[in-house]
């Protein structure tokens, strides 16, 4: 989560956006920890929101 999260501010991108991209881009998924490349988004997108408030952001 915490690497979404950077993703997101580092691109500027809305937390449906970061989640959209993270399918499609085999570098977020790379940056997040996955091993092998993922064809679904393995969260429910709210997690996001959930996460940013538990780190204060």
Same mark, same amino acid.
């Given at each position: 989560m915490i690497g979404l999260l950077l993703l997101? /501010?580092?691109y500027g991108l809305s937390d449906e956006g970061v989640c959209e991209r993270w399918v499609h881009d085999p570098y977020f998924q790379c940056f997040t920890g996955e091993e092998f490349?993922? /064809?679904a988004f393995p /969260?429910?997108?709210s997690?996001?929101?959930h996460w940013r408030k538990r780190l204060g952001g």
């Open positions: 997101k /501010h580092i490349f993922q /064809h /969260h429910e997108r997690d996001l929101s």
